[in-house]
C-alpha cells in the first residue's frame, strides 16, 4: 500500500437509495474519515450484496483507508504485486547487508519458489532455462558504475532466451496475497524440500531455504502487503531424510593415509596440496578454512604436538555474488563472530607436513600457506580434479566406483570420526571442528552411539569397584 494511504476507524455506511438513472438506479454511499464515497449499481440486490460486504469489514475491525473509501483488506488485493516482483525487490533489499553465500542461498531459494507460483503453466519455459534466468539474472544484483544497486536483468542485457523467461514469469506470476493460500504455500514447500533431480533435499538445506520464503514472507508483511506471515499455519512436513554422515563411505586412517600418498605422487601440483588435504584430514578443516590459513598462525613446533589458530575463511562462492568481483568471499569462521578464533591442536604428523610445505613453497604474499598458480585461491576444480586422480590410485578398482571418499570433504568427516573412535570428548571433538555439539551429534550420531557403550562399561566398572566388599 501507498505510504501517504490514511486509515481510519471513522467508517459510517449508510442505506441504498435510488436514484433517477436507468444505468444504475441504486446508490451505496458511506463516509470514512469524513470523506464522502458512493457507488451505484443496476440492481438494488447488487447494492445491499456491496453494503453487506462492508459491513462485514466494520464488524471485522478492519482499518478504510480515506482516499478510496475500501477496507484494508480490499486495498492490499488491489495494490498487490506479483510474487515475481515482491521476490525480485527482497532479493534486492537483502543483498547490500547479506554475505556472499547467503546472496547465492537466498536467489536459489527463490529461483526453487518462483516457477510454482504461476496461474499457469501454457507455454513454460525451459526449467533449466528458467531457473538460470531467476536464480542469476532476476535475484542477482550488481553494483552499477553510480554506486547504485540493480537487478542483473535491469542492469545488463540478458539473452534472448532469459528474457522470453522472465517475461513468461512476470506474465504468469500470481500476486502476493494469493501466496498466504495454503495450497500454494504447500506448492512452495514441496519444490523447497526437493533436489533438481527430484530426490528429497536434505534437512538442513530444506530449512535454510525455508527461511528465505519466511523472510520473504515477513518483508510482504512489512510493506503491508500481507497482514501476517501465513507460513507458520501451514501444517506441513518435508519428506523424511538422514543427514547422519553414511561412514560406510568415509575413508578410515590407512585409506586417507593411502589417498594423501596418491595426492602428492602427482607431481609439483599435488605436492602442493599434499598438505591442503592433510589439513582437512589431520585437522578437520573445512577447505574455506584452509584455503585462509596464515603461516602466522600456524605454531610448528620442531618437536611434539603443534596448533593452528583459525581465524578466518575463504568460501569460493563464484565473482558474481561478491562485491569485488573475486570468485571467493573473506570472511569469518562458519557460524562465529566475524573476530572469533578457534585453536586446533594438530599432531606432530601435520606439523611435519606444514614445515615441509612451508620449506618447499615459501607462502602468499600476504602470508597463506596455499595459492593458485596465479596467487589467488586455490579453485575447487583444481583440488578436486587432484583428489578424484588420487581416488584412482589409491582405491580398489571396485571400491572407484562406490561413493567411498568420492569427495575431498570425505577428509574432514574421516579425521572428525577418528577423533570420537579414539576417545576424545564429544565437546572438544565439536570444538576443534568447529560444530556446536547438536550438529555434532546430528551427523556422528552413530559414532556417538558407539562409544557410550564404552563409556557405560567405564561406569560399571566404577560401580562395581565401589561396591566390591572391602578386603579383611
Given at each position: 500500500?501507498?505510504?501517504?494511504?490514511?486509515?481510519?476507524?471513522?467508517?459510517?455506511?449508510w442505506?441504498i437509495?435510488?436514484?433517477n438513472?436507468?444505468?444504475?438506479?441504486?446508490?451505496l454511499?458511506w463516509?470514512?474519515?469524513?470523506?464522502?464515497?458512493?457507488?451505484p449499481?443496476?440492481?438494488?440486490?447488487?447494492?445491499?450484496?456491496?453494503?453487506?460486504q462492508?459491513?462485514?469489514?466494520?464488524?471485522?475491525?478492519?482499518?478504510?483507508?480515506t482516499?478510496?473509501?475500501?477496507?484494508?483488506?480490499?486495498?492490499?488485493?488491489?495494490n498487490?504485486?506479483?510474487?515475481y516482483?515482491?521476490?525480485?525487490?527482497?532479493?534486492?533489499?537483502?543483498?547490500?547487508?547479506?554475505?556472499?553465500?547467503?546472496r547465492?542461498?537466498?536467489?536459489?531459494?527463490l529461483?526453487?519458489?518462483?516457477?510454482?507460483?504461476?496461474s499457469?503453466?501454457?507455454?513454460?519455459p525451459?526449467?533449466?532455462?528458467l531457473?538460470?534466468a531467476?536464480?542469476?539474472?532476476?535475484?542477482?544484483?550488481v553494483?552499477?558504475?553510480?554506486?547504485?544497486?540493480?537487478a542483473?536483468?535491469?542492469?545488463?542485457?540478458?539473452?534472448?532466451?532469459?528474457?522470453?523467461?522472465?517475461?513468461?514469469?512476470?506474465?504468469?506470476?500470481?500476486?502476493?496475497?494469493?501466496v498466504a493460500?495454503?495450497a500454494?504455500l504447500?506448492?512452495?514447500l514441496?519444490?523447497?524440500?526437493?533436489?533438481?533431480?527430484?530426490r528429497?533435499?536434505?534437512?538442513?538445506?530444506?530449512r535454510?531455504?525455508?527461511?528465505v520464503?519466511?523472510?520473504?514472507?515477513?518483508?510482504?508483511?512489512?510493506?503491508?502487503?500481507l497482514?501476517?506471515?501465513?507460513?507458520?499455519?501451514?501444517?506441513?512436513?518435508?519428506?523424511?531424510?538422514?543427514?547422519e554422515?553414511?561412514?560406510?563411505?568415509?575413508?578410515?586412517?590407512?585409506?586417507?593415509?593411502r589417498?594423501?600418498?596418491?595426492?602428492?605422487?602427482?607431481?609439483?601440483?599435488?605436492?602442493?596440496?599434499?598438505?591442503?588435504?592433510?589439513?582437512?584430514y589431520?585437522?578437520a578443516?573445512?577447505?574455506?578454512?584452509?584455503?585462509?590459513?596464515?603461516?602466522?598462525?600456524?605454531?610448528?613446533s620442531?618437536a611434539?604436538?603443534?596448533?593452528?589458530?583459525?581465524?578466518?575463511?575463504r568460501?569460493?562462492?563464484?565473482?558474481?555474488?561478491?562485491?569485488d568481483g573475486?570468485?571467493y568471499?573473506?570472511r569469518g569462521?562458519?557460524?562465529?563472530a566475524?573476530?572469533?578464533?578457534?585453536?586446533?591442536?594438530?599432531?606432530?604428523?601435520?606439523?611435519?607436513i606444514?614445515?615441509?610445505?612451508v620449506?618447499?613453497?615459501?607462502t602468499?604474499?600476504?602470508?597463506?600457506l596455499?595459492?593458485a598458480?596465479?596467487?589467488?585461491?586455490?579453485?575447487?576444480?583444481e583440488?578436486?580434479?587432484?583428489?578424484?586422480e588420487?581416488r584412482?590410485k589409491?582405491l580398489?578398482?571396485?571400491?572407484?566406483?562406490?561413493?567411498l571418499?568420492?569427495?575431498?570433504?570425505s577428509?574432514?568427516h574421516?579425521g572428525?570420526?577418528?577423533w570420537?573412535?579414539?576417545?576424545?570428548?564429544p565437546?572438544?571433538?565439536?570444538?576443534?571442528?568447529g560444530?556446536?555439539?547438536?550438529?555434532?551429534?546430528?551427523?556422528?550420531a552413530?559414532?556417538?552411539?558407539?562409544?557410550?557403550?564404552a563409556?557405560?562399561?567405564?561406569i560399571?566398572?566404577?560401580?562395581?569397584?565401589?561396591?566390591?566388599?572391602?578386603?579383611?
Amino acid at each position: 500500500m501507498k505510504e501517504t494511504t490514511l486509515l481510519t476507524y471513522d467508517v459510517r455506511i449508510w442505506g441504498i437509495r435510488s436514484r433517477n438513472s436507468k444505468k444504475a438506479p441504486f446508490q451505496l454511499r458511506w463516509v470514512v474519515g469524513g470523506v464522502r464515497h458512493q457507488q451505484p449499481f443496476l440492481t438494488k440486490p447488487l447494492a445491499d450484496g456491496r453494503r453487506s460486504q462492508l459491513m462485514g469489514a466494520v464488524r471485522d475491525g478492519e482499518q478504510f483507508d480515506t482516499e478510496t473509501g475500501l477496507p484494508v483488506s480490499e486495498l492490499r488485493l488491489m495494490n498487490s504485486p506479483t510474487w515475481y516482483q515482491h521476490a525480485c525487490e527482497y532479493a534486492l533489499m537483502k543483498w547490500p547487508k547479506a554475505a556472499a553465500k547467503h546472496r547465492v542461498g537466498i536467489a536459489e531459494a527463490l529461483a526453487n519458489i518462483t516457477p510454482v507460483l504461476v496461474s499457469s503453466s501454457t507455454s513454460k519455459p525451459d526449467p533449466e532455462v528458467l531457473r538460470l534466468a531467476l536464480r542469476s539474472w532476476a535475484f542477482q544484483v550488481v553494483r552499477t558504475d553510480d554506486g547504485e544497486y540493480k537487478a542483473r536483468k535491469d542492469a545488463e542485457a540478458p539473452p534472448a532466451d532469459v528474457v522470453e523467461a522472465l517475461e513468461w514469469v512476470a506474465k504468469y506470476s500470481i500476486k502476493v496475497t494469493d501466496v498466504a493460500d495454503s495450497a500454494r504455500l504447500r506448492l512452495a514447500l514441496t519444490a523447497l524440500s526437493r533436489k533438481l533431480d527430484g530426490r528429497p533435499a536434505a534437512d538442513n538445506t530444506f530449512r535454510r531455504k525455508r527461511t528465505v520464503l519466511s523472510n520473504a514472507l515477513r518483508y510482504a508483511v512489512e510493506r503491508g502487503l500481507l497482514p501476517a506471515n501465513p507460513l507458520p499455519s501451514v501444517d506441513w512436513d518435508p519428506p523424511a531424510t538422514d543427514d547422519e554422515v553414511d561412514f560406510e563411505f568415509v575413508p578410515g586412517p590407512d585409506q586417507a593415509r593411502r589417498l594423501l600418498d596418491a595426492v602428492r605422487a602427482q607431481g609439483t601440483r599435488g605436492e602442493h596440496l599434499h598438505a591442503f588435504f592433510a589439513c582437512m584430514y589431520y585437522a578437520a578443516m573445512r577447505p574455506s578454512e584452509v584455503a585462509a590459513l596464515m603461516k602466522r598462525h600456524c605454531k610448528l613446533s620442531a618437536a611434539g604436538w603443534g596448533e593452528l589458530v583459525l581465524r578466518s575463511s575463504r568460501p569460493e562462492v563464484g565473482a558474481g555474488w561478491t562485491d569485488d568481483g573475486k570468485s571467493y568471499e573473506e570472511r569469518g569462521l562458519k557460524r562465529r563472530a566475524r573476530r572469533a578464533t578457534r585453536p586446533v591442536p594438530i599432531p606432530p604428523v601435520l606439523v611435519g607436513i606444514l614445515r615441509a610445505h612451508v620449506e618447499q613453497f615459501g607462502t602468499a604474499p600476504d602470508g597463506r600457506l596455499f595459492r593458485a598458480v596465479q596467487g589467488g585461491r586455490v579453485r575447487s576444480t583444481e583440488y578436486t580434479e587432484v583428489w578424484q586422480e588420487a581416488r584412482g590410485k589409491a582405491l580398489a578398482p571396485e571400491e572407484v566406483d562406490t561413493p567411498l571418499a568420492e569427495k575431498p570433504y570425505s577428509l574432514r568427516h574421516a579425521g572428525v570420526s577418528l577423533w570420537i573412535k579414539a576417545g576424545v570428548d564429544p565437546v572438544e571433538v565439536a570444538r576443534r571442528a568447529g560444530h556446536s555439539p547438536a550438529v555434532l551429534w546430528k551427523f556422528y550420531a552413530k559414532i556417538l552411539r558407539g562409544q557410550q557403550q564404552a563409556s557405560n562399561q567405564l561406569i560399571d566398572n566404577a560401580l562395581a569397584a565401589s561396591e566390591a566388599p572391602a578386603e579383611p
